[in-house]
């Protein structure tokens, strides 16, 4: 319990959250989180892999390396994603989608098509029913008015207890929001050593193949 009493703690410190000198948090948000606005309606999803905990608070000298490992460990069973709905109401006032409804709207499926509903909160572990329950004030003090929106959810997308969505393992899946698929693909550029293009050295995304430019097969810098 005091563990997780720590990890609570971290959680709601804006002090201690994403403050690594090695994380680019920039790269990361654009490479797992999509939005789409259609009709003045938005939807948003996120997904955090569990490589988000040590990026984010690895050189923080408020928290150990235990700690760090403890929350991998705990989240590691999970595909986690944050998401929302809204609309702009007449009076210029986000409007959103309650979260029990976005629960029976949002759907995970795997690279093979196979759809996962997000878990119920009693079928989670006890660490990371602490952290969420954690996460919705954070939310709102650091994202303004649309972390009022923004509800976690928690899939378990395994196969013989293997989890079948890696953040460092090429592959795919799709977050859907009723009608609307958002299609994230593996493994994150931001996990990857930097590669270049052998024609001119231009640095390029750690998790592409081939230069888009000149064609050239990557090498590592």
Known sequence: MKKVLLFLTLLISAGAWAQSPKFDLQSFIRETQQLNK???RLKLAWWIPTEYWRLALEG?????????TGLEEAFGEYVVICALEATDSKLGIMEFRPEKEMRNLLRVKDQEGKEYQPLEEDDLNPTVQVVAASMKP??????GEMGKGLNLYFFKVQKKGENLIEATREGS???SISDTEFTFTTPLGVLMPPKKCPEDGAAMNGNWKYCPFHGKELVAE
């Open 38 to 40: 259609t009709d003045g």
């Open 60 to 68: 923080n000298d408020k928290v150990s390396p235990e700690d760090i």
């Open 138 to 143: 954070v939310f709102r003090q650091n994202l």
């Open 173 to 175: 899946f799709i977050v």
